[in-house]
């Protein structure tokens, strides 16, 4: 059972920035992709970023290009999501996804404030 656990939320002033983690429990050579997502209250899940473990090619929502990064780094088990310039609208519950060749994991999520 694979476990991932998110961490570095926090709140922050606009204009700031954060560095989140998601740190799987094992390591799982059947990874295919990970993925953040977010969801602000009142507002459906959305897809943040994602990048595909092996190749490292990466996806971010178009609103986010330029503001926010995705990165992994294999031998830690560990993918990231470097945060700049935030907005209050980037204020929700950041999530982290894996998906495997067995099954679908999700971290606890981890709040991030964007205070103006």
């Known amino acids: 059972q694979v476990q991932l656990v998110e961490s570095g939320g926090g709140l922050v002033q606009a204009g700031g920035s954060l560095r989140l983690s998601c740190a799987a429990s094992?390591?799982?050579?059947?990874?295919?992709?990970m993925d953040w997502f977010r969801q602000a209250p009142g507002k459906e899940r959305e897809l943040v970023a994602r990048?595909?473990?092996?190749?490292?090619?990466?996806y971010v929502a178009d609103s986010l290009k330029g503001r926010f990064t995705i990165s992994r780094d294999i031998a830690k088990n560990t993918m990231y999501l470097q945060m700049n310039s935030l907005k209050p609208d980037d204020t929700a519950v950041y999530y982290c996804?894996?998906?495997?060749?067995?099954?679908?994991?999700w971290g606890q999520g981890t709040q991030v404030t964007v205070s103006s």
């Open positions: 996804h894996s998906n495997t060749a067995t099954r679908d994991y």
């Open positions: 094992a390591r799982t050579s059947s990874t295919n992709f």
């Open positions: 990048i595909f473990w092996t190749s490292g090619n990466n």
